[in-house]
C-alpha cells in the first residue's frame, strides 16, 4: 500500500506531538497557513506508514522506506525534497526540544528539484537591461527605478510591486518587504538603485498618480498600483528594447542577483537572507549555476579543453 496517497488511508489518530510542533510553526515562525498544511500532510503520510507507532519512534530505516516509496510512486523530485524539508523541520524540533536523542532525517540527501539551472542574465545584459527606460519619461523613470531595485535587491516581482512609501529608507540605504510566510526581512540598496527611485518618487511618481494618493511606490498612469502582471509585461518590453535575446522575467533578474553576489564573493548564508529562503537548500542551487557557469567558460576559453 502506497503511504503518500491519501485516498488509501484511514483516518489518523489526534497526535499531540505533531499538533503541538504545527501550532508552533504558526504561532512562533509565522508560517503561512498553506504552508502548515502542507507540512501535517507530509508528516500525516509518515504517520500511516508507521501503521500505528508514534511519529517520535520513527528511525532512519523508516524514513528511508518512506522515499523509496515515493520515488517508486512518481512523485516529484520537488515533492519529496518538500516531504524532506518537513520531515527534517519536524525530527529536528524533536531533538531541540529534548524529546528525542537526534535527528533521524539529518543526513538523508534531498532529490535533485530542478530538472534546469535558473536562468542567468550575464553582466553585459543587465547593463542594457537596467538602460533600456527612458528615464526622463515618468513610466520610464518608473521602470528604471524598478528595474535597478529588483537587481539590486533580489526581491519577488509580488515584494516588488507591494512596496509602500513606509517601507523605504533611502536616507539609510535600505528597504524592508514582507515575503513568503508573511516574514518581514531588511535588505539593503545599492547607490544606483537608490539615485532611480529618489529620481523617481521626486518627479516621476507624482506624474503618473496626477493629483491622486497612494500609499504604494510604483504606481501606473491612472495612479493605481502597478500589478505583478503589469510589471511581467514592462520588463519584457524593456528586455526586447535592449536586445537581450534570453527569455526574460522578474525571477531571471532575481537569479542574477543571487549569482553574481555568489560569483563576486558573497557567502551563502547571506544571500540565502537578501532573498527570503527560509532553508538553505534553497539558495544552494546558486551554487551549482556558478560551477556550471564556470565549466561553461572554461570550455570556451581554455585551449586544450
Same mark, same amino acid.
Given at each position: 500500500?502506497?503511504?503518500?496517497?491519501?485516498?488509501?488511508? =484511514?483516518?489518523?489518530?489526534?497526535?499531540?506531538?505533531?499538533?503541538?510542533?504545527?501550532?508552533h510553526? #504558526? #504561532?512562533?515562525?509565522?508560517?503561512?497557513?498553506?504552508?502548515?498544511? =502542507?507540512?501535517?500532510?507530509?508528516?500525516?503520510?509518515?504517520?500511516?506508514?508507521?501503521?500505528?507507532?508514534?511519529?517520535?519512534?520513527?528511525?532512519?530505516d523508516?524514513?528511508?522506506?518512506?522515499?523509496?516509496?515515493?520515488?517508486? #510512486?512518481?512523485?516529484?523530485?520537488?515533492?519529496v525534497?518538500?516531504?524532506?524539508?518537513?520531515?527534517?523541520?519536524?525530527?529536528?524540533?524533536?531533538?531541540?526540544?529534548?524529546?528525542?536523542?537526534? *535527528?533521524p $532525517?539529518?543526513?538523508?540527501?534531498?532529490?535533485?528539484?530542478?530538472?534546469?539551472?535558473?536562468?542567468?542574465?550575464?553582466?553585459?545584459?543587465?547593463e542594457?537591461?537596467?538602460?533600456?527606460?527612458?528615464?526622463?519619461?515618468?513610466?520610464?523613470?518608473?521602470? #528604471?527605478?524598478?528595474?535597478?531595485?529588483?537587481?539590486?535587491?533580489?526581491?519577488?516581482?509580488?515584494?516588488?510591486?507591494?512596496?509602500?512609501?513606509?517601507?523605504?529608507?533611502?536616507? $539609510?540605504?535600505?528597504?524592508?518587504?514582507?515575503?513568503?510566510?508573511?516574514?518581514?526581512?531588511?535588505?539593503?540598496?545599492?547607490?544606483?538603485?537608490?539615485?532611480?527611485?529618489?529620481?523617481?518618487?521626486?518627479?516621476?511618481?507624482?506624474?503618473?498618480?496626477?493629483?491622486k494618493?497612494?500609499?504604494?511606490?510604483?504606481?501606473?498612469?491612472?495612479?493605481?498600483?502597478?500589478?505583478?502582471?503589469?510589471?511581467?509585461?514592462?520588463?519584457?518590453?524593456?528586455?526586447?528594447? =535592449?536586445?537581450?535575446?534570453?527569455?526574460?522575467?522578474?525571477?531571471?533578474?532575481?537569479?542574477?542577483?543571487?549569482?553574481?553576489?555568489?560569483? *563576486?564573493? =558573497?557567502?551563502?548564508?547571506?544571500?540565502?537572507?537578501?532573498?527570503?529562503? $527560509?532553508?538553505i537548500?534553497?539558495?544552494?542551487?546558486?551554487?551549482?549555476?556558478?560551477?556550471?557557469?564556470?565549466?561553461?567558460?572554461?570550455?570556451?576559453?581554455?585551449?586544450?579543453?
Amino acid at each position: 500500500m502506497n503511504p503518500t496517497r491519501r485516498a488509501d488511508r =484511514a483516518p489518523l489518530p489526534p497526535n499531540t506531538t505533531l499538533e503541538a510542533w504545527l501550532d508552533h510553526l #504558526a #504561532a512562533e515562525r509565522g508560517l503561512a497557513r498553506n504552508s502548515v498544511v =502542507a507540512y501535517r500532510r507530509d508528516l500525516e503520510a509518515l504517520s500511516f506508514q508507521l501503521k500505528g507507532r508514534a511519529l517520535v519512534s520513527a528511525g532512519q530505516d523508516d524514513l528511508l522506506l518512506a522515499l523509496r516509496r515515493m520515488r517508486t #510512486a512518481g512523485r516529484s523530485p520537488r515533492s519529496v525534497a518538500r516531504w524532506l524539508v518537513a520531515v527534517r523541520g519536524f525530527f529536528g524540533w524533536l531533538a531541540r526540544e529534548g524529546t528525542i536523542d537526534e *535527528n533521524p $532525517a539529518a543526513r538523508l540527501e534531498p532529490p535533485k528539484v530542478w530538472k534546469a539551472l535558473p536562468k542567468v542574465l550575464d553582466g553585459s545584459d543587465v547593463e542594457r537591461l537596467l538602460e533600456a527606460p527612458d528615464r526622463v519619461d515618468p513610466r520610464g523613470a518608473r521602470d #528604471a527605478a524598478m528595474l535597478e531595485v529588483l537587481y539590486a535587491t533580489g526581491l519577488r516581482a509580488s515584494e516588488l510591486v507591494g512596496l509602500r512609501l513606509r517601507d523605504l529608507r533611502l536616507d $539609510a540605504g535600505y528597504l524592508s518587504c514582507v515575503g513568503k510566510g508573511s516574514k518581514e526581512r531588511v535588505v539593503p540598496l545599492g547607490a544606483e538603485a537608490n539615485a532611480a527611485l529618489s529620481a523617481y518618487l521626486a518627479s516621476g511618481r507624482e506624474a503618473l498618480l496626477a493629483g491622486k494618493r497612494s500609499e504604494s511606490v510604483f504606481v501606473g498612469r491612472a495612479g493605481s498600483p502597478l500589478t505583478r502582471q503589469g510589471f511581467w509585461k514592462l520588463i519584457k518590453a524593456h528586455g526586447r528594447r =535592449a536586445g537581450i535575446r534570453a527569455s526574460l522575467s522578474p525571477h531571471v533578474v532575481r537569479h542574477s542577483f543571487a549569482t553574481h553576489l555568489l560569483e *563576486n564573493g =558573497a557567502d551563502l548564508r547571506v544571500v540565502q537572507m537578501l532573498l527570503g529562503h $527560509a532553508d538553505i537548500s534553497t539558495t544552494q542551487i546558486y551554487t551549482h549555476v556558478n560551477r556550471e557557469r564556470l565549466k561553461r567558460l572554461y570550455r570556451d576559453f581554455h585551449p586544450r579543453a
